[in-house]
């Protein structure tokens, strides 16, 4: 899926949720569902996520709304809402950010600072889930959406020869580069939820389901996740 698709799903999303709130009678009883997928690079992550918001579309789950998914379509929801330039996106992106170029910035104040950029992008996340059938991929959103209900908490994970042959194959990389990009994007999404949540994105015991997508097709992870989630939103019902 390319970025100008990916913007139009979400933003027809937002406009779709604006209609269902003021259609619902009875907002005190309306739960709402949603998902959020952290993922080891090359683990297949936005290609299971758009495979999830298909399988719920589908099955019409929150019928009211279409499901959508929200990655770096993200990064422009939280600029729009702000009043940024685009050019901060980059800044917003779950990479290492040198710290001279941080303190810097900061000092010299010539834009929001990149933990108040961080900030505006959880406010986001939180907007968005507490809106329902969004699957919400990285940036942190299992930690800032644990206390919500009802969330579906997913980390993808494979061996990495397998998540290096994805990213070359994927991106059609030499296997040096898609190296270099593994480990980068790795060590930028440890780096965002340690710095911004002070949180281990490897830690197992912050997630509902932890999959190994070298053992199942990206398909099949999307069914379990489904699944797991009509669980959850079932019994959270009871």
């Not at 698709?5 to 569902?33: C, F």
């Not at 990206?218 to 669980?231: G, K, N, P, R, S």
């Amino acid at each position: 899926m390319d970025t100008t698709t990916s913007i139009n799903k979400a933003r027809a999303y937002l406009s779709a949720q604006m209609q269902g709130v003021q259609a619902r009678k009875e907002p005190s009883d309306h739960r709402v569902a949603f998902v959020t997928i952290s993922r080891e690079s090359g683990a297949g992550g936005l290609i299971v996520a758009e495979h999830l918001a298909e399988l719920l579309n589908e099955r019409g789950v929150g019928a009211d709304v279409p499901w959508a998914v929200f990655e770096k379509n993200l990064l422009e929801k939280v600029v729009e809402e702000n009043e940024l330039p685009e050019s901060y996106m980059d800044q917003m992106e779950e990479k290492v950010l040198p710290a001279i170029q941080t303190a810097v910035s900061e000092m010299l104040a010539v834009h929001p600072s990149i933990s108040r950029l961080a900030a505006m992008t959880s406010r986001t996340v939180l907007h968005v889930a507490s809106m329902g059938n969004a699957v919400l991929v990285g940036r942190g959103a299992n930690v800032l959406t644990e206390n919500l209900l009802v969330g579906l908490h997913v980390r993808l994970i494979a061996p990495p020869d397998r998540r290096l042959r994805f990213l070359m194959d994927h991106h059609s990389l030499s296997r040096a580069d898609a190296a270099r990009m593994m480990e980068e994007e790795d060590e930028g999404r440890r780096y965002y939820v340690k710095k911004h949540f002070n949180r281990d994105v490897d830690d197992p015991t912050q997630y509902d389901l932890v999959l190994n997508t070298d053992r199942l097709s990206h398909h099949a992870t999307a069914e379990v996740i489904a699944q797991t989630l009509d669980i959850k939103f079932h019994d959270s019902r009871q």
